[in-house]
C-alpha cells in the first residue's frame, strides 16, 4: 500500500506579523512547525502503512525552509519526502495550492500508483479545510473530509467513519482516493531516536512548477482566483469589561446582548 | 548540561525529552492519582523504540550502551519518575539475562525485549532477605530438566504487568550464598502467581506486587550462566543499574527545579518576586549545584562503563559468547564502588532538592495541583531501591578498605 | 461577467429537516441581494426535499432551486459537488454562500474546482463591496489573531462559506410565494466511486471539547453535580459543550475527559464561558487560547474577573437561567 501524506510547515506561534502593504504575512523570522492537524494524517499513514506494509511518501508545498517538516516526516515514520519549491507557487491560494499538489500527487503516482492520499482537517494558520477536497477535485478521486476512523482497509479500499454534526457516516472508498482527517483519527507518535538519525540523511526530492508540468497560469498570487484586500487584527478587549446591571437578569441580558453584538454567539 | 558526546547520544537525548514532554507530562498526574499501570503509555514507549536502546542493533535496538539508558531514564524521570519505570525496571529485569544469556538464550528473549513487546522485571527481595540477599529463602531444586521453585518475593516492580522475571533463588541451600542462581520465569507458568499489591508513597504508577512461586516448573534453558553464580550476576547488574537509578535521581531533581525556578520567578510577596531574596536564590543556586554534580557522575561513569561494555557486547555477539566472559576477558574496572557512589550521591541530592523545592514555593507546593508533592514523594524511592544509601556505604567503604589493604597502607 | 446574477446560498438538509444555518445565511443572503438589486435564492439538494422550498420562501428566499433524487439521499462529495456545479453552470448565480458546516466545507471546497472559481473559507461577515459589486467576506485566521477580508474578482461565482452563528436566523413569515425551479439529476454525469454505508446518530456523549466552538465551564462555585445540568443547558443552547475545573472532578460531579487545565486538556474555543471557576493559572492555562472568555463568578474579587474579556458578578444560578431567556428572546 502506498500512502501520501500531505503536510504543511506553518508558524508555531500564534503571534502573527502582518506585511501592511501586502496583506501577507511575514513568514520570515517566525518559529515554524509541522501544521498540528497534519501530524495526525502522517501518523495515519504509517500506522495503515505499518498494518498493510508498504511504504509512505509526504509531500509539501512551500520555501525551501519547509524542508524541515519532511525531514521530520522521515523521524515520524515517512520513507520518501518530496518538496514543491518555485516561487511561480508564492501567494498561492487553495485552488492553486491544491492544484500544484495534485499535479505534484501525480506525478508520485507515475512513480509508484498511490493509494490513498491523506491530509490533515486544515491548517493552524489559514483554517480553510480546503485542501484534501480540492486535491480530490484536481485528481478526479472519491474523497470523504472530517473522517475520524478507518474502520477497515483491504486490497483496494478504505472503509472509514466521517464526523457530522448529527453524528457518524459510514463510508466506502476505493482505491485511489483522498480523506482529510480529524485528530480522532490518531495519536501521533513522537519522533524516535533512529527517526531523527534517518531525517539527517533522508533526501528529499525538489520538484519546480516545470518539474510538475503546472501550467503557470493557474499558479501564484498573480493567478489565483482570491485574493487578500485587507488583514487587520481584531480587537480584543484586554481588561475586562465588567457587565453592568441591577440584577442577575439585567446583567445576563446586557451579556448575551453583548456577545451576539460582537458575534461570538 | 548535556553529556552528549556523540550523535545517537545528542539524538537520545532529544527525543526522550519530546516524549516525556508529550507523552508523559499530560498524564503524569493522573496516572498517579489513579495509581495505575498505563496501557497506553507502554504502547507510547513501544512505538518510540525506547526499549531497545542499549541492545544491538541486532536485535532491533539502537545500540547505544549505558550511557543512552541512563540518559532516557534521565530524562523520563524528569518529568515523571513512576512512569519512566516502565522502560527502567524492564532494562534492571534484563541486564542480568543480557550479561549471561548464552547466544541462544539472547535469541531467544532479546528481539521481543529490544521492541518492548515483551517487558521484563527483576525479583531478588524477599520478605527476610532485603539488604541481605544472600539470606534469600526461594528455592530451585534440579528434577530432571527442569527447577521446581518455591517461595515468595515481595515489592517487586513493575510486577505482574511483567512477562518475563529474573529471579534470584537458591538451587542448593546446604551452600547458602554460593548457592544462588538466577533463573528466568515466565508469567502465565502454572503456579507462578502475584500477592498483595502494594500501595506506595511514590512512583504510584508502577505496580509493586508480591510473587508467590508454588511448586513452579522452570525449564533448565531458562538458567542463567552457571548454577551458584547468582549473586555474582547481581552484582554486576548492580553495577550497571545503579548508575540509572542515580540518573532517575538526577531527573527527579532537575524535575523539581524545572518546576520551582520558573514559579519562584513570577511569584511576588512583598511587591516583589521571591527569586530575588537572597536566602531563597542562594538555595535554589546550591540545589542547581548538586543536581549538576550529580549528573557529572553518573555520565563520566557510564561513558567510561561503554568503553568495555560496547566492545564486551560486540564481541559477544561476534563470538557467540556471554557478555559477562567477554567482559572478563576485558579485565576492566570493578565498577562497584562508583556505582555506588553515584547512586548515593544523586539518591541524596534527588531527595533534598524535592524537600527545598517544595519549601520554597511554599503552600502550593504541599498541594496536589502542583507536582512538586509528587517529586518529593517520588524521590524517596531513589535512596532505597537497589541498595539502601546505607549500602551504598557499605559497598563504598568496602572498596575503600580493599584498595588501602592491598596498598599495605 | 454581467450573465452571472442573483445570490445563492446553500440549504443544507439534515435528517430530512433544513438546517438552521440555511436560515442564518437567508439573513447573510438578503443583504448581499438588496445590495445588489438581485433575487436571493436558495439550493435544496437531496432525496424528497422538494416539500422543503415553501420553508424557505417562509424565511425569504425568492427563488429555490431544488436537485430532487435518490441518489442525492446521503451526501457524496462527488455525487453533490458535481450536481451543484452542474446547477452553477445552468443557472449562474453571482455569488454563492454556504454553510461552514462539515458537509458545507467539503463540498464549497471541491465544488470551487469544478466550477473553476474561487471560494473563502469560514467567514464571519460578508458585504458586497458598493464600488465594484465584489463580495468582500471577512474570516478569522491564524486561530482567531488575524481578521482576513478576501475577494475573488475575476471568475464568479464568488464562493463563501459562512460560519454557523455568524447571523442571526431570518424570521418566518408564513405563506410566501416564490419560484421553484427544479433541476434534473444526470445520473450518468453525477457520479461517484464511493459509496454511503451507513449513518449512525451521535448518542448524546457530547462534543469534543477541542472540536467545539462555545465551552461552559464550571469550577468549585458550581457546587455539586447537578449543577452541571444548568451549564449544560446553556452549551446546548449554544451549540457547545460542558466543562470543569479541577475540583468538581475531584469531587466527582463530571468526568474527567472534560477537564481543561495543566492536568486536564488545553482547549481553544471561540467562546469560553467559565462559571464559578476562580481563575487559577493551572485553568488558565488550559483555556487563555478562547477566542473570548467570559467570567460568571459570585466574587468580583476572583482573579478570572480580571483575565476575562466579559466579567459578571453574580450567582451562576441566577445569571444561566436569565441568559437562556435571554437567549430565547
Redesign the interface.
Same mark, same amino acid.
Given at each position: 500500500m502506498h500512502i501520501l501524506a500531505c503536510v504543511k510547515q506553518t508558524?508555531k506561534s500564534? @503571534?502573527?506579523k502582518?506585511d501592511p502593504v501586502t496583506?501577507c504575512?511575514i513568514r520570515s523570522g517566525a518559529e515554524s512547525a509541522m501544521n498540528p492537524f497534519d501530524e495526525y494524517a502522517l501518523e495515519e499513514a504509517v500506522v495503515l502503512k505499518e498494518q498493510m506494509g508498504g511504504s509512505v511518501s509526504v509531500i509539501t508545498m512551500g520555501p525551501p525552509a519547509a524542508e524541515n517538516v519532511l525531514r521530520e516526516s522521515i523521524a515520524r515514520g515517512a520513507d520518501k519526502v518530496y518538496q514543491l519549491s518555485d516561487v511561480a507557487f508564492a501567494g498561492s491560494?487553495?485552488?492553486s495550492t491544491?492544484y500544484a499538489l495534485a499535479k505534484g500527487a501525480g506525478k508520485i503516482d507515475e512513480l509508484e500508483k498511490i493509494d490513498v492520499i491523506i491530509c490533515g482537517k486544515q491548517t @493552524?494558520?489559514?483554517?480553510?479545510?480546503?485542501?484534501?477536497?480540492?486535491i480530490?477535485?484536481?485528481l478526479n478521486w472519491? @474523497?470523504?473530509?472530517?473522517v475520524k476512523k478507518v474502520l477497515a482497509v483491504s486490497e483496494n479500499s478504505l472503509?472509514v467513519?466521517?464526523?457530522?454534526?448529527?453524528?457518524?457516516?459510514?463510508?466506502?472508498?476505493?482505491f485511489p482516493?483522498v480523506i482529510?482527517v480529524?485528530?480522532?483519527i490518531s495519536?501521533p507518535?513522537?519522533?524516535?531516536?533512529?527517526g531523527?538519525?534517518a531525517a539527517k540523511r533522508a533526501e528529499v526530492v525538489k520538484w519546480t512548477a516545470e518539474d510538475i508540468a503546472a501550467d503557470k497560469n493557474k499558479l501564484g498570487i498573480k493567478n489565483?482566483?482570491?485574493?487578500?484586500?485587507?488583514?487587520?487584527?481584531?480587537t480584543?478587549?484586554t @481588561?475586562?469589561?465588567?457587565?453592568e446591571g441591577a440584577?442577575?437578569?439585567e446583567?445576563?441580558?446586557k451579556?448575551?446582548?453583548?456577545?451576539?453584538e460582537?458575534?461570538?454567539? | 548540561m548535556d553529556y552528549a558526546i556523540n550523535e545517537m547520544e545528542q539524538e537520545t537525548l532529544n527525543a526522550t525529552r519530546e516524549f516525556a514532554q508529550k507523552k508523559l507530562k499530560p498524564v503524569r498526574a493522573e496516572m498517579d492519582a489513579k495509581e495505575e499501570f498505563s496501557p497506553e503509555i507502554l504502547e507510547e514507549f513501544r512505538k518510540s523504540g525506547m526499549f531497545g536502546v542499549w541492545l544491538p542493533e541486532k536485535y532491533g535496538g539502537l545500540g547505544g550502551g549505558i550511557t543512552c539508558l541512563a540518559m532516557a531514564f534521565e530524562e523520563f524521570s524528569r518529568v515523571c519518575a513512576g512512569l519512566a519505570l516502565t522502560p527502567g525496571t524492564t532494562a534492571l529485569g534484563a541486564i542480568p539475562m543480557f550479561l549471561a544469556a548464552t547466544a541462544e538464550q539472547r535469541e531467544r528473549w532479546c528481539y521481543d525485549l529490544a521492541s518492548g513487546k515483551k517487558l521484563w522485571a527483576f525479583a531478588l527481595t524477599e520478605p527476610e532477605a532485603g539488604s541481605d540477599a544472600s539470606a534469600l529463602k526461594t528455592t530451585a531444586i534440579k528434577d530432571g530438566d527442569y527447577y521446581i521453585v518455591n517461595g515468595t518475593k515481595h515489592f517487586i516492580s513493575t510486577g505482574k504487568e511483567a512477562d518475563f522475571y529474573t529471579v534470584a533463588v537458591n538451587t542448593n541451600p546446604s551452600r547458602g550464598a554460593r548457592g544462588i542462581s538466577l533463573l528466568v520465569i515466565e508469567k502465565g507458568t502454572p503456579g507462578f502467581s502475584f500477592g498483595k499489591k502494594e500501595e506506595k508513597m511514590g512512583i504510584r504508577t508502577n505496580p509493586t506486587y508480591e510473587l508467590i512461586f508454588e511448586n513452579v516448573r522452570v525449564p533448565k534453558e531458562n538458567l542463567l550462566g552457571s548454577e551458584g553464580r547468582g549473586l555474582l550476576y547481581v552484582q554486576e547488574t548492580l553495577d550497571y543499574s545503579r548508575p540509572g537509578v542515580a540518573a532517575q535521581a538526577v531527573g527527579i531533581a532537575q524535575g523539581a527545579l524545572d518546576e520551582t525556578v520558573p514559579y519562584l520567578r513570577t511569584r511576588k510577596q512583598f511587591g516583589q518576586p521571591i527569586i530575588t531574596f537572597q536566602a531563597l536564590a542562594h538555595k535554589v543556586a546550591e540545589l542547581a549545584a548538586k543536581t549538576e554534580a550529580g549528573r557529572a557522575m553518573v555520565y563520566n561513569l557510564t561513558h567510561r562503563m561503554d568503553e568495555e561494555f560496547l566492545p564486551a557486547v560486540k564481541a559477544a555477539l561476534e563470538n557467540g559468547t556471554t557478555v559477562h566472559d567477554e567482559l572478563k576477558k576485558l579485565k576492566g574496572v570493578r565498577w562497584t564502588k562508583y556505582s555506588a557512589m553515584a547512586k548515593l550521591f544523586c539518591a541524596n541530592t534527588a531527595m533534598e532538592v524535592a524537600d527545598e523545592c517544595v519549601t520554597l514555593c511554599g503552600g502550593v507546593a504541599y498541594m496536589r495541583d502542583f507536582p512538586l508533592e509528587k517529586y518529593m514523594r517520588d524521590a524517596k524511592i531513589t535512596q532505597i531501591y537497589e541498595g539502601t544509601v546505607h549500602i551504598q556505604k557499605n559497598e563504598i567503604i568496602a572498596a575503600l578498605i580493599k584498595e588501602y589493604a592491598a596498598k599495605g597502607e | 461577467m454581467n450573465e452571472w446574477k442573483n445570490v445563492w446560498i446553500l440549504a443544507e438538509v439534515s435528517q430530512g429537516k433544513i438546517s438552521p444555518t440555511a436560515y442564518e445565511l437567508l439573513t447573510a443572503g438578503k443583504s448581499l441581494a438588496e445590495d445588489l438589486g438581485e433575487k436571493l435564492c436558495a439550493v435544496l439538494l437531496g432525496k424528497e426535499v422538494k416539500k422543503l422550498a415553501q420553508d424557505l420562501f417562509d424565511h425569504g428566499a425568492e427563488v429555490v432551486y431544488v436537485c430532487d433524487a435518490p441518489e442525492l439521499e446521503n451526501y457524496i462529495d462527488d455525487i453533490y459537488a458535481k450536481t451543484l456545479n452542474g446547477m452553477i453552470q445552468a443557472y449562474k448565480p453571482n455569488k454563492f454562500l454556504l454553510p461552514a458546516t462539515n458537509l458545507g466545507r467539503s463540498l464549497s471546497a471541491k465544488t470551487a474546482i469544478f466550477a473553476a472559481t474561487g471560494l473563502t473559507a469560514d467567514a464571519t461577515e460578508v458585504v458586497i463591496n458598493k464600488e465594484d459589486g465584489q463580495l468582500h467576506a471577512t474570516r478569522p485566521t491564524f486561530g482567531g489573531n488575524l481578521m482576513a477580508t478576501i475577494t475573488c474578482a475575476r471568475t464568479r461565482p464568488e464562493m463563501c462559506s459562512l460560519r454557523p452563528m455568524s447571523y442571526p436566523r431570518a424570521p418566518k413569515t408564513e405563506g410566501k410565494n416564490g419560484e421553484v425551479v427544479e433541476f434534473a439529476f444526470d445520473g450518468q454525469k453525477y457520479t461517484s466511486l464511493a459509496k454511503f454505508l451507513k449513518f449512525i446518530k451521535s448518542e448524546g456523549e457530547g462534543l469534543d471539547l477541542s472540536e467545539t466552538d462555545v465551552i461552559v465551564a464550571g469550577g468549585r462555585g458550581v457546587g455539586k453535580a447537578e449543577g452541571f445540568e444548568l451549564l449544560g443547558k446553556l452549551a446546548a443552547r449554544l451549540g457547545g459543550a460542558v466543562a470543569a475545573s479541577r475540583a468538581p472532578v475531584d469531587n466527582g460531579w463530571i468526568e474527567y475527559r472534560r477537564q481543561i487545565g495543566l492536568t486536564g486538556r488545553t482547549v481553544k474555543p471561540k467562546l469560553y464561558i467559565a462559571c464559578g471557576i476562580s481563575g487559577q493559572i493551572q485553568h488558565m492555562a488550559g483555556c487563555s487560547g478562547a477566542d473570548v472568555l467570559v467570567a460568571i463568578n459570585k466574587d468580583p474579587d476572583a482573579p478570572i474577573m480580571k483575565m476575562a474579556h466579559y466579567a459578571v458578578e453574580g450567582d451562576l444560578y441566577e445569571v444561566i437561567p436569565a441568559m437562556l431567556e435571554a437567549l430565547d428572546k
Open positions: 508558524p500564534d @503571534n502573527v502582518i496583506g504575512l491560494d487553495t485552488w491544491s @493552524n494558520d489559514s483554517d480553510t479545510g480546503h485542501i484534501g477536497p480540492q480530490s477535485a484536481w472519491p @474523497n470523504a473530509a472530517f472503509t467513519e466521517r464526523l457530522t454534526e448529527a453524528g457518524t457516516d459510514v463510508i466506502e472508498l476505493p482516493c482529510s480529524v485528530k480522532e495519536n507518535r513522537v519522533r524516535s531516536i533512529k531523527r538519525m489565483c482566483p482570491t485574493r487578500v484586500v485587507k488583514s487587520f487584527s481584531p480584543r478587549s @481588561n475586562a469589561v465588567v457587565v440584577n442577575a437578569r446583567k445576563a441580558a451579556l448575551v446582548e453583548m456577545l451576539k460582537n458575534k461570538y454567539i | - | -
